[in-house]
């Protein structure tokens, strides 16, 4: 199972881009990188997902270079509904599943 | 079909009791997921269906756990003579069957055992 490691924290303002790095050495030719956003007494929320190079959706930007040892979720103008915790996960085929692994997160913080 | 729900969202308990709790998942995933969230960490995964069979379980599952999922559709979650160390959020999630798909969380049901 490829374990992630992000920063715990992070800190910004309004209107700013926020990017978050994850790192994940040991990932597999099968896996893929999702990203998942949690507010406060809810459950987490999926946010987006790749295999390598660049994903773009209405929210966010996956980046993932070609080694795909890393990957950065890239949160465009945030805004103060933006602050929560955010999740690398790399998900992996265990006896032909794929079960969600979570680790801490990153904590953003979304300040005036 | 709105998504996940869990009922309760709150349960308070003694120790020493039984809880149960359920989840109604999309109506068509075929995948659930029963996981357990206690402050600052992220959701730690308990167990699997398939469809109405468990497939896979936790460590953390101990025998006080069970999980139930009759028919593929709703599922519960009980845990018998519960402890303190059980109090922490049961979040449960379903998914469409296939290679890495979306998982559609519910709000969770947040246990307190006093």
């Known amino acids: 199972l490829a374990k992630t490691t992000q920063p715990i924290s992070m800190d910004s303002y309004e209107g700013q881009e926020v990017n978050i790095t994850c790192s994940h050495n040991n990932i597999a030719t099968n896996d893929y990188i999702t990203w998942y956003q949690q507010f406060p007494s809810q459950g987490p929320r999926f946010i987006i997902q790749?295999?390598?190079t660049k994903v773009t959706n209405e929210v966010a930007s996956l980046f993932i270079p070609a080694d795909r040892k890393s990957s950065t979720l890239s949160l465009p103008r945030v805004s103060l509904s933006d602050t929560a915790v955010y999740y690398c996960?790399?998900?992996?085929?265990?006896?032909?599943?794929?079960?969600?692994?979570f680790g801490r997160g990153t904590s953003l913080i979304v300040h005036p | 079909d709105t998504g996940v729900s869990q009922n309760p969202r709150h349960k308070i308990t003694k120790r020493g009791q039984n809880v149960t709790f359920r989840c109604d998942p999309i109506?068509?995933?075929?995948?659930l997921y029963w996981y357990r969230q206690t402050l600052g960490q992220g959701p730690e995964f308990l167990t699997y269906f398939q469809n109405e069979a468990q497939l896979e379980k936790s460590r953390l599952l101990s025998d006080r756990f069970s999980a139930e999922r009759p028919k593929g559709s709703f599922s519960t979650l009980e845990i018998q003579r519960t402890e303190q160390g059980d109090s922490a959020m049961y979040l449960c999630?379903?998914?469409?069957?296939?290679?890495?798909?979306?998982?559609?969380f519910g709000q969770g049901t947040r246990l307190t055992v006093v």
């Open positions: 999630a379903s998914s469409l069957d296939g290679t890495n798909t979306e998982a559609f």
């Open positions: 109506s068509e995933h075929n995948r």
């Open positions: 790749g295999y390598k």
């Open positions: 996960l790399v998900v992996s085929a265990s006896g032909g599943s794929y079960i969600p692994t």
